[in-house]
Nanobody
Framework: QLVESGGGMVQTGGSLKLSCAAS????????LGWFRQTPGKEREFVAA????????AYADSVKGRFTISRDNAKVAIYLQMTSLKPEDTAVYYC???????????????????WGQGTQVTVSS
């Protein structure tokens, strides 16, 4: 189970931190990450972290502005978003993807499990 929190409304240039609490399995060989979706568009990759080792990946559109992190003890991931832009407005989803021992983080939006989403709105 993946449960997101932390969405809301912020002005351009502001910051928000999303949280995703994960439960129901161990995530040793999984990636956990964030996707976002706006009406009429496909869900797009934002950022991800490999639970074992902490390797991260980011979409080009958020590099340098967003940071993904994890808390092993709480089994949670976070997305710190700074310098937010109106085009960051979307529903943000937490997701998990089984990678096995050697798999690479995938950018496709067909991951295994998804949260319910949290709305982020950036006003201009």
């Amino acid at each position: 189970q993946l449960v997101e929190s932390g969405g809301g409304m912020v002005q351009t240039g502001g910051s928000l931190k999303l949280s995703c609490a994960a439960s129901g399995r161990t995530f040793k060989n999984y990636a956990l990450g964030w996707f976002r979706q706006t009406p009429g568009k496909e869900r797009e990759f934002v950022a991800a972290i490999r639970w074992s080792g902490g390797t991260t990946a980011y979409a080009d559109s958020v590099k340098g502005r967003f940071t993904i992190s994890r808390d092993n003890a709480k089994v949670a991931i976070y997305l710190q978003m700074t310098s937010l832009k109106p085009e960051d407005t979307a529903v943000y989803y937490c997701a998990s993807d089984y990678l096995g021992n050697y798999g690479q983080i995938r950018l496709q939006n067909d991951w295994d499990y998804w949260g319910q989403g949290t709305q982020v709105t950036v006003s201009s």
